[in-house]
């Protein structure tokens, strides 16, 4: 039998700490939870992937921000495709109620 899971089930932990979940693991995919409380990426540092995220925000509040400055403001439902190597950092995430989302890394390009 396959695994199953709740994406919406929490596990307890600290506020403080971000949860990364594999939930499908391939030498070319990966398809993780990812749980947030309010961490942001570290003031001038930038996520420069080797790989394409599709990411959807499923609860919470989150802005995400290019490098040419362009920033998105994520509610529950949206989603994004960021390209391999496109510089980006999260500039919020909400606490209440913490972010979940669900990311697919991968040759999606």
């Not at 362009?70 to 606490?95: F, N, Q």
């Amino acid at each position: 039998m396959p695994p199953t899971g709740n994406l919406f089930q929490l596990p307890n932990l600290p506020p403080a700490v971000e949860v990364f979940t594999a939930l499908v693991e391939t030498p070319h995919l990966k398809i993780e939870r990812i749980i947030s409380t309010g961490q942001t990426t570290p003031p001038g540092e930038w996520y420069d992937q080797s790989q394409a995220e599709w990411v959807i925000l499923l609860q919470g509040r989150a802005t995400l921000t290019y490098a040419d400055g362009t920033a998105l403001t994520l509610e529950p439902g949206d989603y994004v495709l960021i390209p391999a190597h496109v510089r980006h950092r999260v500039d919020y995430t909400s606490h209440e109620p913490p972010c979940i989302w669900l990311a697919v890394h991968g040759e999606l390009l």
